[in-house]
Structures are given as structure tokens and as C-alpha cells.
């Protein structure tokens, strides 16, 4: 197949440092080319993703000067050139885009990386109609109220890209963003309570991040909780393959968390509340500890040694792999192809 990808012109393909949604698009396009099949990647000129990649504008605009007539003209181009190009489907993970699509006569799939139960579930509700909605966790479908949902398919990474690690670092792991629903001020007061070691690594970009690290997180440090800042992907592995363990105490139903796959990957068992997706990716009492109450992850640090690293990598070969990722999304490419062609004939 000819897969034509549009992403988002924010951040660039793969991220230099954070960014879910641009490594979740890395590694579906280099999977599908290592699949055997045709891949154009419509993203920013910084993005060093080993794909054809095309773009209008050079480097990523970045989140902070988001608005509607960049994405627009990112989306204009980006069609054109797949047109040109004869994409079979078009995955685009922009907003604007599924909805200019609608005359051009390509097969458009896309993709919810946020909550249906925000303004986007307006978005998406309208759009569905023409453009099937893929959603990344059963729990984020399960909230889609009217807006129909083409398929479930958990996000995957690429194994090589997270070796195993030792897990002997001797420190519990925060890793995401400087904000309060991914409750990185409560990690740090469970880890004290517990007597571990807490490293942090946040991204810290947009004024309400700096803000809440202030007043929040800032007072909070010492010896024992260090914050590392915003890291790339190579730190980010060495941090996930010492520590003891991942901790997500996490306070609001996130369709998806990209760091847990990737701690697990590295063997490292994931510490997390029960919301969202949580209970799809981590098997409590095997690959970590759910709990309802973050207060009663202070008893679970206790215990990570009780859990076995190399289950926690077992798991995400078994079911986030980039491989079986790759494969869930050409089922719904190929569906929707041929659903076009018979309705053509």
C-alpha cells in the first residue's frame, strides 16, 4: 500500500524530547515501511524520521504558538502532495485535516490522542461520519458517548529502541509532564513517605508547567527527589532501564500512557492509579501495582522486587509491540480501501 501519514506541525517526527503523539507516528511509519510497504510522512523539516518526509514549514512550530491557519495550511499542502504522490489512505493525526479532506476522494483514517470527553469529542462526533475515528485505549472508546469509533488500537513501541535494563539504580522513575493530572507532586510525596529515591524527568515549556513547578514540585526537592529536566531519548532509556520502578500516579483518565509501554519495555515494572487506560496496560501484581488510592502506592514501593522484570518486557512483546501496532492499523487501512473500491464499482 501507498500510507501517506500527516502529522500535527507542533513538534517535529520523532521529537527531540517530549512528544506521545510524534513518537507514536515514528514508529508506525518505520514499521510500515519495514513491512514492506510505501511510506510519505508530511511533517516539519526538522523531523529525522527515515521516511520520505515532506513539509511546508521547516522547523516545528511548537505547541505554544499553536493556532487554527498553521495547521490549516499544513493540512492543504500536506493533502496535495499525497494526492500527487497517489496515496492509497491517508492516516492524518492532525484536527483540520479529516474535514478538508472530505471532497478530495482519498481514504482518510484518523486517530483520537486526546479524550473524547473534552472539546474534542465535538470534533470528533462530526467527523466520524466520513473519516473513521481509531481510539488508543478500550477505556478512552468506552467514553465516546455518539461518536461511532472504527477500531481500538493500543499504541506500540520498537523493542530495539528499549533494551532491558538492570533495573540497580536504586531510584523510582517520574517521567512526563510538569502538570498536576500526571501527579508528579504526589510521586514525590508517596516516594518520601517511602524512603526511595525519586529522579524527575519533565518536560517544562509552557507557562502554566512553569508555574506549577513553582509553586508545587520546586519546594518539594531535596537530596532524595532530583529534578533532571526535559530529556532525550537516550537519557530517557538509561533513566528507564536503572530504576526500580516507574511511578504514574496519575490523576485524571489518560487515554493512553506512552511511558508505561516504554518502562515496561525496559523491564521495569510501572507504580500507577486506576484511571484511563491504566488497567489495560499494567497486569497488577505482575508487570506492577494499580491501586485506587495513590496512598496506597507507598505499600507497593515496598514490594517491587516481588515483581519480575523480564514479565514486564514479556508483555509488551506480547501486546505492544511495534509490530502488532503496524499490524492493527493495516487491517483498518485495508478495510477501508476496500470498502472505497467496492463502492466505486
Not at 486506576?274 to 496496560?281: D, K, L, N, T
Not at 522486587?305 to 523480564?310: H, M, S, V
Request: glycine fraction near 8%.
Amino acid at each position: 500500500m501507498k500510507i501517506a501519514i500527516i502529522s500535527p506541525p507542533w513538534v517535529a517526527v520523532p521529537p527531540q524530547a517530549y512528544g506521545g503523539t510524534e513518537n507514536v507516528i515514528d514508529t508506525l511509519a518505520r514499521g510500515l515501511v519495514d513491512a514492506g510497504h510505501e511510506v510519505l510522512l508530511f511533517a516539519t523539516g526538522d523531523s529525522t524520521c527515515p521516511v520520505p518526509t515532506e513539509w511546508v514549514y521547516p522547523r516545528a512550530v511548537g505547541t505554544a504558538t499553536a493556532a487554527s491557519a498553521t495547521e490549516l495550511r499544513h493540512v492543504v499542502h500536506a493533502y496535495e502532495r499525497a494526492l500527487e504522490w497517489g496515496a492509497d489512505v491517508v492516516h492524518d493525526h492532525t484536527l483540520v485535516g479529516p474535514f478538508y479532506a472530505r471532497e478530495l476522494g482519498v481514504p482518510v483514517v484518523t486517530t483520537n490522542h486526546g479524550p473524547f470527553q473534552s472539546e474534542l469529542g465535538d470534533v470528533y462526533r462530526a467527523m466520524a461520519p466520513s473519516t473513521p475515528v481509531i481510539a488508543i485505549s478500550h477505556h478512552q472508546a468506552s467514553t465516546a458517548q455518539d461518536t461511532e469509533v472504527a477500531r481500538v488500537i493500543h499504541h506500540g513501541v520498537d523493542l530495539e529502541q528499549f533494551p532491558v535494563g538492570s533495573g540497580e539504580g536504586g531510584f523510582a522513575l517520574f517521567l512526563g509532564r510538569m502538570n498536576p493530572d500526571k501527579g508528579v507532586h504526589t510521586a514525590i510525596d508517596l516516594a518520601r513517605a517511602a524512603g526511595v529515591p525519586l529522579k524527575i524527568a519533565a518536560k517544562m515549556a509552557e507557562p502554566a508547567e512553569r508555574e506549577f513547578f513553582l509553586e508545587h514540585v520546586k519546594p518539594r526537592l531535596g537530596e532524595d527527589v532530583v529534578y533532571l529536566g526535559e530529556v532525550d531519548h537516550a537519557t530517557k532509556v538509561e533513566l528507564l532501564g536503572e530504576a526500580s520502578c516507574l511511578l504514574n500516579p496519575i490523576e485524571w483518565h489518560e487515554p493512553f500512557g506512552m511511558v508505561m509501554i516504554e518502562s515496561l519495555a525496559c523491564g521495569t515494572p510501572v507504580l500507577a492509579t486506576r484511571f484511563g487506560s491504566v488497567p489495560e496496560i499494567v497486569d497488577d501484581g505482575v508487570t506492577g501495582f494499580v491501586r485506587d488510592d495513590a496512598d496506597d502506592l507507598v505499600e507497593a514501593l515496598g514490594r517491587v522486587e516481588e515483581l519480575d522484570r523480564g514479565a514486564c518486557r514479556a508483555a509488551v512483546v506480547d501486546r505492544f509491540s511495534q509490530r502488532r501496532m503496524v499490524r492493527d492499523h493495516l487491517e483498518l487501512f485495508r478495510s477501508v480501501t476496500d470498502a472505497r473500491h467496492l463502492h466505486a464499482a
